[in-house]
């Protein structure tokens, strides 16, 4: 299917800044950089852009989208907002999108245990003060189905690595 956006990254890492931004993602993006694989992160906005559209333009402008699942990525609405277009994307634009379990057990994203239902009873909490209860039950559940689609994709296990 074809796209209004022209692919200009070749990468789009969706990733939770405080848990990975230092190491695993400077590493993975270094060496993408290397091998000249133009490759997008949040660091590439401009001061003054206007968050959402930027980075759903990248997203749409990228030919892979790769999710770094770590502890603490269901703590992060925009996490789960990139996620959600993410997985609209593949399914419309035919982007392909590769998990990366960074340090988090698979299961518990596609089950949200563990961690996961710590984020999802945070979430819950927070939008109950703001919203009500029909329009907090479709957010949540549009982000717990995004997980469990994204969880059974294919993609790369970092406890069956030597990367630690």
Not at 89 to 113: A, N
Not at 134 to 141: D, G, Q, R, T
Not at 151 to 163: E, L
């Amino acid at each position: 299917m074809s796209s209004l956006y022209q692919k200009t990254n070749d990468v789009f890492i969706s990733f939770r800044g405080e848990d990975t931004r230092r190491n695993f993602i400077s590493h993975l993006y270094s060496s993408l950089s290397q091998a000249s694989i133009k490759t997008y992160i949040d660091t590439n906005m401009q001061k003054g852009d206007t968050l959402w559209p930027k980075l759903c333009q990248a997203i749409h402008n990228s030919d892979i989208a790769l999710i770094v699942f770590s502890k603490n990525y269901a703590f992060s609405k925009w996490c789960l907002k990139e996620l959600v277009k993410i997985l609209k994307c593949r399914k419309s634009e035919g982007l392909v999108v590769i998990p990366v379990f960074y340090k988090v057990d698979p299961s518990c994203i596609k089950t949200q245990s563990g961690c996961y239902s710590k984020a999802f009873s945070k979430h819950e909490k927070d939008l109950l003060q703001k919203s009500d209860n029909e329009y907090v039950h479709k957010k949540l559940s549009k982000w717990k189905t995004a997980l469990a689609e994204a969880a059974n994709i294919s993609g790369w296990d970092s406890s069956n690595s030597d990367y630690k």
